[in-house]
Each structure stands twice: as structure tokens, then as C-alpha cells.
T-cell receptor, first 114, second 113 residues
Framework: GAGVSQSPSNKVTEKGKDVELRCDPISGHTALYWYRQSLGQGLEFLIYFQGNSAPDKSGLPSDRFSAERTGGSVSTLTIQRTQQEDSAVYLC????????????FGPGTRLTVL | AQTVTQSQPEMSVQEAETVTLSCTYDTSENNYYLFWYKQPPSRQMILVIRQEAYKQQNATENRFSVNFQKAAKSFSLKISDSQLGDTAMYFCARSNSGYALNFGKGTSLLVTP
């Protein structure tokens, strides 16, 4: 079946602009995760959605970052007033929702803030 | 913070040979899972192998196997009969009673002809 998909693949934006990154999880997966991968910080957890429960936002680095998941499927990560330090690869993963379980990753969105 | 440590930033191996990537971790949990993910230049994180902490038997997946030493909190990955397509970044990761994965910094593996 289809894996996790993310769009866009690459995004270049100017400092101060808002960006939206999209994630389409594997069909039937109830859990969805966002991670950020940067040279200096490695892979960092950002946010976790599980079914209809309130998301765990404990990894979001600032209030400029937000995410939503509509209808328990597609998720959008929004970064407002982007800064150069936001430049990174943003990875989305999904899983069946068992705890703990195996997460399957999308190809990521490379964000470059000029 | 509970950490995952990969002490080898870079490694190189010749085709058809065997290589072992090291990983140690810290956790206060008794029930947790360990993973090795592979990330080729395409950026796609691919699950290589998974180990449940409560299982004594080491996991194997074709040419990939692990040496899980629970008391030592060690989880190394052995790649046998290395192939050019194994060239990638390899990440060790842990999840416990939570759900988010805690990743190591990665080991860059180069397989040479």
C-alpha cells in the first residue's frame, strides 16, 4: 500500500513568511508524528497526534509552530514568521497507534529560510 | 534527558564484508523498544530492524541482525555481506512507555567496491 507522503518536497521561503507543510499518513494509522532534522540538533520530536485525543505538543520549539490533523488523517504543520534557524528537514511518521510501536516515515520536506 | 548515543560518526566497509554499528542508550523504563533506521541520500527513513526489550532473543532481518545487551544498555547492528545499497546514515532509536522516538546522532556508513 501507499506509504507516508509529504508535500512539498522542498520549500524555500523568506524570513518572516509563514509556511505550511503537509503530511498524508498511511491509511488506517491512528498515530501521526512530526520530527525535525537539522545538522546541529539531529532528529527532534515536535508533536504527536493519536486518534481524537488532544495532541502532545511538548516538542514544539516555540509558539510560532503549530499543527493540526483534520479528520484523523492529513496533518498540516504551520510555521509562522519563519526564522533562519527553522531551516531543516521536517519528517512526518505514522503508526498503528499501539504503544510502543513502529513508526513509518515520509520522505520529508526540506525547508530553507533565506 | 534520556539519551541514545552512537559513538561512530562515520564508518566504511568493503562490499561483501561485515560491519557492526554501535549504539548505547539510557532509560529508566523496563519495557521499551529499540530500532535501527536507515536514511539514504533520498532522505526517506527506512526501518531496518526492531527489538522488544522484553525479548531475550536478538532480532534478525535477512543480512541485518542486532546484539542486544539489556544490562549494558547496548544495541549494536551487524550488517553481513555488505552491499553498495547499504550506503546510508543509520540511526539508532528508542521508544519506551511514551511514543516519541529518541534518536542517536547517526552513523554514516559507506560501502566501497
Amino acid at each position: 500500500g501507499a506509504g507516508v507522503s509529504q508535500s512539498p518536497s522542498n520549500k524555500v521561503t523568506e524570513k518572516g513568511k509563514d509556511v505550511e507543510l503537509r503530511c498524508d499518513p498511511i491509511s488506517g494509522h491512528t498515530a501521526l508524528y512530526w520530527y525535525r532534522q537539522s545538522l546541529g540538533q539531529g532528529l527532534e520530536f515536535l508533536i504527536y497526534f493519536q486518534g481524537n485525543s488532544a495532541p502532545d505538543k511538548s516538542g514544539l520549539p516555540s509558539d510560532r509552530f503549530s499543527a493540526e490533523r483534520t479528520g484523523g488523517s492529513v496533518s498540516t504543520l504551520t510555521i509562522q514568521r519563519t526564522q533562519q534557524e527553522d531551516s531543516a528537514v521536517y519528517l512526518c511518521a505514522s503508526s498503528q497507534g499501539d504503544r510502543p510501536d513502529t513508526q513509518y516515515f515520509g520522505p520529508g520536506t526540506r525547508l530553507t529560510v533565506l | 534527558a534520556q539519551t541514545v548515543t552512537q559513538s561512530q560518526p562515520e564508518m566504511s566497509v568493503q562490499e561483501a564484508e561485515t560491519v557492526t554499528l554501535s549504539c548505547t542508550y539510557d532509560t529508566s523504563e523496563n519495557n521499551y523498544y529499540l530500532f535501527w533506521y536507515k536514511q539514504p541520500p533520498s532522505r526517506q527513513m527506512i526501518l531496518v530492524i526492531r527489538q522488544e526489550a522484553y525479548k531475550q532473543q536478538n532480532a534478525t532481518e535477512n543480512r541485518f541482525s542486532v546484539n542486544f545487551q539489556k544490562a549494558a544498555k547496548s544495541f549494536s547492528l551487524k550488517i553481513s555481506d555488505s552491499q553498495l545499497g547499504d550506503t546510508a546514515m543509520y540511526f539508532c532509536a528508542r521508544s519506551n512507555s511514551g511514543y516519541a522516538l529518541n534518536f542517536g546522532k547517526g552513523t554514516s556508513l559507506l560501502v566501497t567496491p
